[in-house]
């Protein structure tokens, strides 16, 4: 039932800061300040690689999960797209876990991924919104999103419930490894904590962003840049606005820039820029000022201090509240999903059924 939605994706993204709140539950002690001691088939301390395989969007999920597990429990992390892992048949030392992600627990090739770790005798653990999944069962644990059943093709509070699990982990991960104090922790929980609150302000952004989509609908090609956890940003929402209004477009890591991307730039480029106000936001302003000097019409996503510190001219910027760095991706994907829904919207596609697409990729 969409209720008094126009498609299950718009639900979808409104849903968000409920669904967030309730998977932070499941991994977050709220009241003690602390990341839920999980019965997990390894054990943090002692693991020296994770191996995370997912698909589409809950590869970027992965990908955003690797810069937190490295950067707050110093744990190496190997990602890979699963339909390359499974055929790379790449050397699994005995000190490594393996961890997929996946919101049907029924994609092929993720699912042939977790089979060859499970014969690599790897100890596996699944992120999964459908809890009686192949991939549910088939795990040593299972880490569930409790998004609620996700209806529209593109995926969207699966995405951000994958993006709450990961970080409530790389927490956990970081407390049992010895790089996250107990005063950093209750830190970092409080800041978890505020995702659901911030969520339903971003998803309130949504008339500008309809407008800024009314004009990103007449473009070809659209370039998007980020830096850090905004490069998996970038590529998800490249990934949504392709699969949803079939425009071209592409998700680049910003200082990419210049290594080819740069020759496409014209006065008819559109460039989603993803940069909140952070330690690296001067070196994505350098990246802007080249787009803005070919012409490149760019749109800014970012906070209130971004907004003045950007030196650039932009066509639209839009401003999110403040936002703690660990929930920023968490966050900055909602303006992402929306970019891409209202655009589809106005081109007139089908929203929750895009041509070509499956929900539950179940062939490789
Ligand atoms: O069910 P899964 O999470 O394993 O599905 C993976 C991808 O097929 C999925 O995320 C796909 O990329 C979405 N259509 C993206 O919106």
Not at 36 to 49: G, M, V
Not at 111 to 139: D, F, H, Q
Request: hydrophobic content about 45%; proline content about 5%; charged content about 25%.
């Amino acid at each position: 039932d969409k209720g008094n939605h126009r498609h299950f994706m718009h639900k979808e993204i409104h849903e968000q800061p409920e669904v967030i709140s309730h998977t932070l539950g499941n991994y977050i002690d709220f009241t003690n300040g602390k990341a839920k001691a999980l019965e997990l088939p390894w054990d943090f301390a002692k693991i020296d690689r994770l191996a995370i395989s997912a698909c589409g969007t809950a590869y970027l999920a992965g990908l955003i999960g690797k810069y937190w597990f490295e950067r707050l429990a110093r744990l190496p992390v190997d990602i890979d797209i699963a339909s390359e892992f499974r055929y790379r048949e790449m050397p699994l030392s005995k000190n490594s876990a393996a961890l997929f992600v996946s919101q049907s627990g029924e994609t092929a090739d993720t699912l042939a991924s977790l089979r060859y770790c499970r014969k690599e005798g790897v100890p596996i653990g699944v992120v999964v919104n459908v809890r009686e999944s192949t991939m549910a069962r088939e795990a040593d644990v299972i880490l569930p999103t409790l998004a609620g059943p996700e209806i529209g093709v593109a995926s969207t509070k699966a995405f951000t419930c994958q993006l709450s699990v990961m970080a409530a982990l790389a927490v956990r991960a970081g407390v049992a490894r010895g790089h996250i104090s107990p005063d950093e922790e209750q830190k970092l929980v409080k800041q978890l904590a505020e995702a659901p609150r911030l969520a339903s302000q971003v998803v309130k952004l949504e008339e500008q962003i309809e407008k800024v989509s009314r004009d990103l609908a007449h473009h070809r090609d659209v370039l998007y840049l980020g830096r850090d956890t905004n490069f998996p940003l970038a590529l998800e929402g490249a990934l949504k606005l392709k699969e949803l209004s079939y425009i071209h477009a592409e998700g680049y890591a910003a200082g990419e820039l210049k290594h080819g991307p740069i020759a496409l730039i014209d006065e008819n480029m559109p460039v989603v820029v993803i940069a909140p106000y952070d330690r690296i936001f001067e070196k994505t302003v350098s990246n802007m000022q080249e787009v803005a000097a070919r012409g490149g019409k760019i749109i800014l996503i970012t906070d209130k201090k971004g907004a003045e510190k950007s030196t650039v001219n932009t066509i639209d910027t839009i401003v999110l509240p403040d936002v703690p760095e660990i929930i920023a991706p968490i966050l900055y994907a909602l303006p992402v999903q929306m970019l891409a829904y209202f655009t589809a919207v106005f081109m007139g596609t089908d929203v929750d059924q895009p041509r070509n697409l499956a929900k539950s990729v179940t062939v490789e």
